[in-house]
């Protein structure tokens, strides 16, 4: 008489599945994490270049008028071809206010990491009868109570 020897099942083992499972989510944590540093400090990058851009259209109007703008709007004709807004939304628009008399502004953006090398250069003066920019500090939000924001400004 022949005995038939069994052949073992091929496949996995639930144990087996589990742990790769838990690895490959290990994994895709540790990428989601560093991904979402990544997106932090490239909107961070676009804020503080739109605020250059806008700072150099405003000195452009600036030579051709002896004055800068009442809003940022008035830049759209010959300056810049569209005002910037801030990356989180596309109506969340700059900080900018003009001091009496049109000789002097502040431009101001929203920071979310407050590492960003960017606060150790900007002006951090206060300019009278602000209303966007009113907080000129770099450890907290451009105005209202936005936590988590650090305020970049610049003025000319």
């Known amino acids: 008489m022949f005995i038939q020897l069994r052949k073992s099942p091929r496949g996995f083992t639930l144990i087996e599945l589990l742990v790769v499972i838990a690895i490959i989510g290990i994994l895709s944590a540790?990428?989601?994490?560093?991904l979402n540093t990544a997106r932090v400090k490239s909107r961070d990058a676009r804020r503080v270049a739109d605020l250059k851009q806008l700072q150099l259209a405003l000195q452009l109007f600036y030579d051709a008028n002896n004055a800068?703008?009442?809003?940022l709007s008035a830049l759209t004709t010959a300056y810049i071809a569209t005002v910037p807004n801030d990356p989180v939304g596309t109506a969340v628009p700059?900080?900018?206010d003009l001091a009496s008399g049109?000789?002097?502004?502040a431009l101001c953006a929203n920071l979310e990491e407050g590492t960003n090398a960017a606060l150790n250069s900007d002006v951090d003066v206060?300019?009278?009868?602000?209303?966007?920019?009113?907080?000129t500090a770099d450890t907290g939000p451009c105005s209202g109570s936005t936590t988590g924001r650090f305020c970049y400004n610049l003025r000319p």
């Open 30 to 34: 540790v990428v989601l994490a560093s």
């Open 68 to 71: 800068y703008p009442a809003t």
């Open 94 to 96: 700059y900080g900018y």
């Open 102 to 105: 049109g000789q002097s502004y």
């Open 126 to 135: 206060a300019l009278t009868g602000a209303t966007a920019c009113v907080n």
